[in-house]
């Protein structure tokens, strides 16, 4: 019953900023990317096919939702909030499996129906609440298969965990080699259970391999994504040029795109500012020349590149750019309150040998954290923080319920 009320709780405040903030012309409920998710969407619609250049940006998964939606704005938004609700007690059964035990469980599915940035990345036209949800899905079969004896249900286990993470990786790209730590943990933590482990392994190849053959073959571009150079050279080599030069984003980023052009051996006299966004569905050509110039600028300002990481840091762990400004003295402690007890919570799994919540929480949270932060330290915020919040309220919870316990075994004492 209480994980129903968690469930309601979470539903109602994501469906009630939804209302709060509902327009029909979008203007509160993205931050510009839906309309390439919505493009996508038609042409599927219209054609049935990925063969849009669309898809070299975003994957299939989210535009086939839209379309199965009817393309309309509000019952995507209405599915995103459903689907941002459950990851609440879906939490609750992760945070089981990882042993921190039932009141510790409620706790952490409580903080992520409270938690601002889920609350806020659920009620928005973006495919977050979709990945996050299949993410979290993924992690709770996979410790299911870690928990239960060798043989049929191990195999579907595994088999399931290796479906949901390779349909949260063909819906956000973020996730699309977090297969590769997990199964190498799964190796050092269950290596008798081969067969369960391979074929999640198997699942998650054959998804990354058969998604970029496909856009090698349709676009002549072999990648999973092109968001991966198109972000670190806007999103962390420009902030960095940014700073070193002093001028303006505008001055930056046209001063980079000829650089780009000048590496295709392009006329680069009407490059300006926005000649980059024509570089996202890149070539292989544009996502080499983005790379280059990128690490150029790192290699040429070493310091200023190490500076970004802390800012990065504070950025995706701290602030919710998309909720009122208002709301910051909610989120920002929040946050902060979130990340300490995640450190608590991950020291104290450490002493006591809670070897499964240590490790698993430790791998997601520095699989995303570095990768993110590799590529983007400027326009960043708690969007990318969100798909964590389950197994950080998993930690968080752990180390609240000890607090609670030697504050109540306290008390007894001065009783006593």
């Given at each position: 019953?209480?994980?129903?009320l968690i469930?309601?709780?979470?539903?109602?405040?994501?469906?009630g900023?939804?209302?709060?903030?509902?327009?029909?012309d979008?203007?509160?409920l993205?931050?510009g990317?839906?309309?390439l998710?919505?493009?996508g969407?038609d042409?599927?619609?219209?054609?049935?096919?990925f063969?849009?250049?669309?898809?070299?940006?975003?994957?299939p998964?989210?535009?086939?939702?839209?379309?199965?939606l009817?393309g309309d704005n509000l019952?995507?938004?209405?599915?995103?909030?459903?689907?941002?609700a459950?990851?609440?007690?879906?939490?609750?059964?992760?945070?089981?499996q990882?042993g921190?035990?039932?009141?510790?469980?409620?706790i952490a599915?409580l903080?992520v129906?409270?938690?601002?940035?889920?609350?806020?990345?659920?009620?928005?036209?973006?495919?977050?609440?979709?990945?996050?949800?299949?993410?979290?899905?993924?992690?709770?079969?996979?410790l299911?298969?870690?928990?239960?004896e060798?043989?049929?249900?191990?195999?579907?286990w595994?088999?399931?965990?290796?479906?949901?993470?390779?349909?949260?990786s063909?819906t956000r790209?973020?996730s699309?080699?977090l297969?590769?730590p997990?199964?190498?943990?799964?190796?050092?933590?269950?290596?008798?259970?081969?067969?369960?482990?391979?074929?999640?392994?198997?699942?998650?190849?054959?998804?990354?391999?058969?998604?970029?053959?496909?856009?090698?073959?349709?676009f002549?571009?072999?990648t999973?994504?092109?968001?991966?150079?198109?972000?670190?050279?806007?999103?962390?080599?420009?902030?960095v040029?940014?700073?070193?030069s002093?001028?303006?984003?505008d001055?930056?980023?046209?001063?980079?795109?000829?650089?780009?052009?000048?590496?295709?051996?392009?006329?680069?006299?009407?490059v300006?500012q926005?000649?980059?966004?024509?570089?996202?569905?890149?070539?292989?050509?544009?996502?080499n020349a983005?790379t280059?110039?990128?690490?150029?600028?790192?290699r040429?300002?070493?310091?200023l590149?190490?500076?970004?990481?802390p800012?990065?840091?504070?950025?995706?762990?701290?602030?919710?750019?998309t909720?009122?400004?208002?709301?910051?003295?909610i989120?920002?402690?929040?946050?902060?309150?979130l990340?300490?007890?995640?450190?608590?919570?991950l020291?104290?799994?450490?002493?006591?040998?809670?070897?499964?919540?240590?490790?698993?929480v430790?791998?997601v949270?520095?699989?995303?954290?570095?990768?993110?932060?590799?590529?983007?330290t400027?326009?960043?915020?708690?969007?990318?923080?969100?798909?964590?919040?389950?197994?950080?309220a998993?930690a968080?919870a752990?180390?609240?319920?000890?607090?609670?316990e030697?504050?109540?075994?306290?008390?007894v004492?001065?009783k006593?």
């Amino acid at each position: 019953m209480r994980l129903v009320l968690i469930f309601l709780l979470a539903l109602g405040l994501r469906t009630g900023l939804a209302a709060f903030r509902y327009t029909t012309d979008t203007a509160n409920l993205d931050n510009g990317d839906y309309a390439l998710y919505a493009i996508g969407a038609d042409h599927f619609q219209a054609n049935h096919n990925f063969d849009n250049s669309l898809f070299l940006v975003r994957p299939p998964v989210y535009p086939i939702l839209i379309a199965a939606l009817g393309g309309d704005n509000l019952p995507v938004l209405a599915a995103d909030a459903f689907m941002g609700a459950l990851i609440a007690p879906v939490t609750y059964f992760v945070a089981l499996q990882l042993g921190v035990g039932v009141a510790a469980s409620l706790i952490a599915a409580l903080i992520v129906a409270l938690d601002p940035a889920s609350i806020a990345y659920s009620t928005f036209l973006g495919p977050e609440a979709l990945a996050n949800l299949l993410i979290a899905l993924a992690a709770l079969a996979l410790l299911r298969m870690v928990k239960v004896e060798r043989g049929a249900q191990s195999l579907l286990w595994g088999g399931a965990a290796g479906v949901a993470l390779a349909l949260a990786s063909l819906t956000r790209p973020a996730s699309y080699l977090l297969w590769i730590p997990l199964g190498i943990w799964l190796i050092a933590r269950r290596r008798r259970d081969w067969l369960a482990i391979a074929l999640f392994v198997a699942i998650n190849l054959i998804t990354l391999a058969g998604w970029t053959i496909h856009n090698g073959s349709v676009f002549g571009n072999p990648t999973f994504s092109t968001t991966g150079p198109y972000t670190m050279l806007y999103y962390h080599a420009a902030a960095v040029e940014r700073f070193a030069s002093g001028k303006s984003p505008d001055e930056v980023f046209t001063e980079i795109n000829r650089r780009v052009e000048t590496l295709l051996d392009h006329d680069a006299t009407n490059v300006d500012q926005g000649t980059r966004y024509g570089y996202l569905a890149a070539t292989v050509d544009i996502q080499n020349a983005e790379t280059s110039v990128a690490l150029d600028i790192f290699r040429a300002h070493p310091l200023l590149t190490l500076a970004t990481f802390p800012l990065g840091f504070v950025r995706m762990y701290g602030y919710t750019q998309t909720l009122p400004r208002w709301l910051s003295l909610i989120d920002i402690p929040f946050n902060g309150a979130l990340l300490l007890g995640t450190l608590v919570g991950l020291w104290l799994a450490l002493r006591r040998k809670s070897w499964t919540l240590f490790w698993f929480v430790l791998i997601v949270c520095a699989y995303f954290t570095t990768g993110i932060l590799l590529v983007k330290t400027s326009g960043l915020d708690t969007r990318e923080l969100s798909m964590l919040t389950p197994f950080m309220a998993a930690a968080c919870a752990y180390a609240f319920v000890w607090a609670r316990e030697r504050w109540q075994a306290r008390q007894v004492a001065l009783k006593g």
